[in-house]
Nanobody, 126 residues
């Protein structure tokens, strides 16, 4: 069964950092484009950071604060989040996909995103 499993969420104070992990089970993540999305209470889901083979898309509000990395040996993708703000509070999801798409379409419309995790909650509060 194909699964993406996120972990690493929790409660953090403003200005703090968290690293989220996304492990692929039954799916080899290095062969896929990857996206991190989030959904805050009462708001629509939004793409935070997405990568293809040669491009990266960042949501404007996370530029300079969030980065993505892969550890192919562990079949894991990470989202490093620094200088967290209360408005970053949301459930964070990882997604994997590909096909004929652009990195912007991946993140703004989830185009080509075929596999999704169930999410991990990040709460930024003092």
């Amino acid at each position: 069964q194909l699964q993406l499993v996120e972990s690493g969420g929790g409660l953090v104070q403003p200005g703090g950092s968290l690293s989220l992990s996304c492990v692929g089970r039954g799916v080899t993540l290095e062969y896929y484009y990857i996206g991190w999305f989030r959904q805050a209470p009462g708001k629509e889901r939004e793409g935070v950071l997405c990568i293809t083979d040669d491009s990266t898309y960042y949501l404007d509000s996370v530029k300079g604060r969030f980065t993505i990395s892969r550890d192919n040996a562990k079949n894991t993708v990470y989202l490093q989040m620094n200088n967290l703000k209360p408005e970053d509070t949301a459930v964070y999801y990882c997604a994997a996909g590909g096909g004929i798409t652009t990195v912007e379409a991946m993140c703004t419309a989830a185009t080509g995103m075929h596999y999704w995790g169930k999410g991990t909650l990040v709460t930024v509060s003092s």
